[in-house]
């Protein structure tokens, strides 16, 4: 028999509830998925609050087209994180919905019909061609231009991150706060969207380069000049493996939350849990960790709610 066992409570649910008390009752209800929310929650909040680490959040470019857009802007702007590291894409759906929207449909539409309608599918979210495409060549052949007219042939996706944030995003936007507190946004797969394509097309009559490698110098300081790391990693490819893997060189991160939909047992990265990552240093041993399976455009807003 064993021993010292805690009992499994229900949920007290009543009028004016608050996120935090509703997340807090998740440790005690005992849930399959709600312990690990609970769980995040915690090495979040204590992330958060280390002053002596840097924080670094990861995430894919889906769901900068989905709300959830809202709360990785919020994460940025109240400096909840220190460094982000994302996909092209990312730069593609924070600039297109600072001008244009997009749109609610639905998984089961008919492609055919959308594409001679010149819509594209994300998922269950519409993107016409002018709400993307269109607007992104618009503003980033301007840009592009303005900074080469003021001088510029070179710049690292840092940079043109925060050109992007500081002249074409709005408020509403994850740049515009990134440009605005100074929060670092690495792209290591720059030219995989419509933004890296607009650099290439611009490219053919511009001598500009992009320097990536001024990104990783950048990475690398950051990494060895910290007395702790974290990370906030949601979904996988790239942008999940570019943390991790600065991180090994300087012993592994202190605290790694990731939020994943994607399987183990086909030996991705993107369903590789932290258990994994710890066998290649890539997280440290004793690393206030949590794996969350899960859709991150349910489980993050409630986990950024909770720790406001």
């Not at 935090?20 to 005690?28: D, G, V, Y």
């Not at 889906?62 to 919020?74: M, N, S």
């Not at 002249?167 to 440009?179: K, N, P, T, V």
Request: aromatic share 8%.
């Amino acid at each position: 028999m064993v021993e010292n066992l805690e009992a499994v409570k229900d949920y007290c649910l009543h009028e004016n509830m608050s996120v935090r008390e509703l997340t807090e009752q998740m440790k005690a209800a005992w849930g399959f998925t709600a312990e690990k929310i609970a769980m995040g929650i915690d090495v979040l909040k204590r992330m958060t609050m280390d002053e002596h680490c840097v924080k670094f959040l990861s995430f894919p470019a889906c769901i900068v087209a989905t709300g959830t857009r809202g709360v990785l802007k919020e994460m940025v702007k109240r400096r909840l994180v220190d460094v982000v590291v994302t996909t092209c894409g990312t730069l593609d759906h924070d600039l297109a919905r600072s001008w244009e929207n997009y749109y609610r449909g639905s998984f089961d539409l008919d492609d055919a019909q959308l594409h001679k309608k010149g819509v594209n599918r994300l998922g269950n979210v519409l993107v016409p061609n002018r709400s993307y495409g269109i607007i992104i060549e618009k503003k980033m052949q301007q840009l592009l231009s303005a900074l080469w007219e003021e001088g510029v042939r070179e710049i690292s996706s840092r940079e043109l991150s925060w050109e992007i944030g500081k002249r074409l995003c709005s408020e509403d936007s994850i740049l515009y706060w990134a440009a605005e507190n100074k929060v670092p946004v690495y792209i290591p797969g720059i030219t995989d969207g419509a933004v890296g394509y607009q650099l290439w097309l611009f490219s053919q009559d511009h001598r500009l380069k992009i320097n990536v490698l001024k990104d990783e110098q950048e990475l690398n300081d950051l990494i060895f000049e910290s007395e702790r790391t974290g990370a906030l990693i949601i979904g996988g490819g790239i942008s999940k493996h570019h943390v991790i893997w600065w991180n090994q060189f300087k012993g592994g991160l202190d605290y790694a939350i990731y939020i994943t939909t994607a399987v183990e047992w086909d030996g991705s990265l993107s369903g590789a849990k932290v258990r994994e990552a710890i066998s290649w240093g890539k997280v440290k041993e004793a690393a206030k960790r949590v794996t969350i399976e899960g859709d991150a455009t349910v489980i993050l807003p409630l986990m950024v709610a909770s720790i406001l």
